[in-house]
Structure formats: structure tokens, C-alpha cells
């Protein structure tokens, strides 16, 4: 009977590391996560088209996040190096698998100066894009 009890002990203790490890596993998978990319576009409408430059954010996680800002990080020498898109739609809760997109004028910023597109959630995390993202690969 002694044995049993061992065995049983035994047992409990590599099913509870088990499942110990499964919600730390969980919880990191569960977490919001938002990807952010930056791209020239070609608004076409019925009257005329328009060149812009959009900011995607695509939430690849597994709970809504809320998107309350975002804009450039520039490459200049001087205090204004970040750029804030004025956007009327944020802020903006955006659920699992969904994205949203905040247009600007490309007349308004130069782009060779842009390193890299961000955007702000309600915790104040920020979301980077890669680095120089509209560069023309060459």
C-alpha cells in the first residue's frame, strides 16, 4: 500500500508541473499583441485618386487591444523627432484578427526621414514597425 501511495505522489506532482507549464504557456499566448506596418497607397474613388502613406495596425493576439495614437519616428537632428498622426478614429479598440488603418498626406512629412511607423495601446506600450519602411528595396 505504501508503494501506491508513492506512485500516486508521484503521479500528482508531474501532472500538476504540467499543467503549471500550460498556463504559463497560455498566459504568454493569450497576451494582445499588435503588429504595425507603414505602406504607400493609392486611394482610388470614383471622381479621383489619391496617394497616401498608411499605418496598419493588425491585432495578431487573442484579446481586443485599444489603439489610442500613432505616427513616425523621424530620422532629424532637432527635438521634433516624432511625428503624432492626427486621427478623429482613435482611439480604437481593434479585436482579435482585425486591423485598422490611419491614412496620412505624404505631402505633409518627408518620407526619407522616417525610421520606422509606431502606434501607442491603452497601457502605453508602443508598437514599432520595421525599420524604414517605405525605403524602396533595391
Do not use: C
Not at 42 to 61: F, T
Not at 69 to 79: R, Y
Not at 85 to 106: A, C, H, M, S, W
Not at 115 to 130: F, I, M, N, P, V
Amino acid at each position: 500500500m505504501e508503494k501506491l501511495t508513492q506512485y500516486l505522489a508521484i503521479w500528482g506532482a508531474i501532472l500538476s508541473t504540467l499543467v503549471l507549464i500550460w498556463d504559463v504557456i497560455k498566459y504568454y499566448k493569450d497576451k494582445p499583441s499588435l503588429r504595425v506596418q507603414a505602406n504607400q497607397r493609392a486611394l482610388v474613388g470614383p471622381l479621383k485618386s489619391e496617394h497616401k502613406i498608411g499605418i496598419d495596425m493588425i491585432n495578431e493576439g487573442k484579446r481586443p487591444i485599444t489603439v489610442v495614437a500613432s505616427g513616425f519616428k523621424l530620422d532629424t537632428e532637432s527635438d521634433e523627432n516624432t511625428a503624432t498622426v492626427f486621427d478623429p478614429g482613435l482611439p480604437k479598440q481593434i479585436d482579435e484578427g482585425q486591423r485598422y488603418t490611419t491614412f496620412v498626406n505624404p505631402e505633409t512629412i518627408d518620407t526619407s526621414k522616417i525610421l520606422y511607423a509606431w502606434a501607442r495601446d491603452a497601457t502605453g506600450q508602443e508598437h514599432r514597425s520595421k525599420r524604414h519602411p517605405l525605403r524602396l528595396k533595391t
